[in-house]
């Protein structure tokens, strides 16, 4: 198997036909032929279901395609690097957040990118934890936002900060005037929850209700805040996550937020220590630590303390929700 061999086969897998990937790689089809056949006997599996509408991926070839891909673009990224070293920062940087922050940090982010380091591209990938972990081991995204805990990976992290986790209703009701609640007040309250069971925000929120022996009264599950948001405001029940996405139904008071007693969630900027990152990955990691302080200081991002410290962690394993 070769680099060229694999680009071939790339490119047959996502044009699913041979005329064209040949004339996309500006080859003959029956040179195309022969070397996915070569790789294929090399193999020792089909690739592709050959028809008369043109070649269809195998379970095997989605399989190989996952990693031909990281492989291609991690070599394209590492000839660019070595070629523009000293050069403006320019290239494709992919980022993955869970779907509140994506809308949080999205167009501060974009603003910011294009003032700065225009000649980089970004790309934002909305995923929930574990599945944030996970793409940024297999090389999907090159920097994600993580939350506490953190799995022993091998990963650089930068602390970035820590954030109380809230209850969420409209805003004219009375058990939400106060400061704080305290995680028995959600007894018998109907809850939007969002995201995935036993991660993130919901991890805490369970652990808590589960320390405190209360059922939470779980009426409906959902996937995004929007989702969620819009529920709360018609009435269906409260929810329980962070506050910065809704800080414009906060501002016009449709909703109100207001902090549970003891839960926080605790934010990295992370990358895998295994893939040495780009210039243009390493100026975005720094960029998006930079736009998020500035929004906790502007006051964009509430019920928010920043790290103490900006420096690189070395590992994972040595994280924990007080850095």
């Not at 400061?179 to 959600?186: A, D, E, F, N, V």
């Not at 929850?193 to 929120?205: A, F, H, N």
């Not at 998006?288 to 302080?293: G, P, Q």
């Amino acid at each position: 198997m070769d680099l060229r061999q694999l680009r071939y086969f790339a490119t047959l897998a996502t044009q699913q036909h041979f005329g064209r990937a040949a004339d996309i790689l500006h080859i003959a089809q029956p040179a195309l032929s022969r070397q996915i056949r070569l790789l294929e006997e090399e193999l020792g599996a089909q690739l592709f279901e050959r028809h008369a509408k043109g070649a269809t991926p195998t379970k095997e070839a989605l399989q190989l395609l996952e990693r031909a891909t990281f492989i291609l673009r991690y070599l394209d990224q590492t000839k660019l690097d070595l070629m523009a070293r000293h050069a403006t920062p320019s290239g494709l940087v992919t980022v993955g957040l869970s779907p509140g922050l994506a809308a949080l940090l999205s167009a501060p982010l974009a603003h910011a990118l294009k003032q700065r380091y225009p000649a980089i591209r970004l790309k934002i990938v909305e995923r929930f934890a574990p599945s944030l972990y996970a793409i940024l081991m297999d090389g999907t995204v090159d920097l994600a936002i993580l939350s506490n805990p953190i799995p022993p990976l091998n990963m650089k992290l930068l602390p970035l900060l820590s954030e109380k986790i809230c209850a969420i209703g409209p805003f004219g009701d009375p058990r939400l005037q106060r400061g704080t609640l305290g995680i028995r007040q959600l007894d018998g309250i109907p809850l939007i929850l969002t995201g995935v069971s036993k991660s993130g925000i919901r991890l805490e929120l369970e652990a808590a209700a589960a320390r405190a022996n209360i059922v939470l009264d779980e009426v409906i599950e959902v996937e995004s805040l929007e989702v969620a948001r819009r529920l709360v405001i018609e009435g269906i029940g409260w929810t329980v996550h962070f506050a910065a996405p809704i800080q414009e139904e906060l501002e016009k008071k449709s909703l109100a937020a207001v902090p549970i007693t003891g839960l926080r969630l605790s934010r990295v900027i992370a990358r895998a220590v295994e893939r040495p990152p780009s210039r243009a990955t390493e100026v975005l990691m720094a960029l998006l630590h930079e736009v998020a302080v500035d929004m906790v200081k502007s006051g964009k991002w509430p019920h928010s303390t920043l790290a103490a410290a900006g420096q690189l962690i070395a590992d994972a394993r040595g994280f924990s929700p007080g850095c």
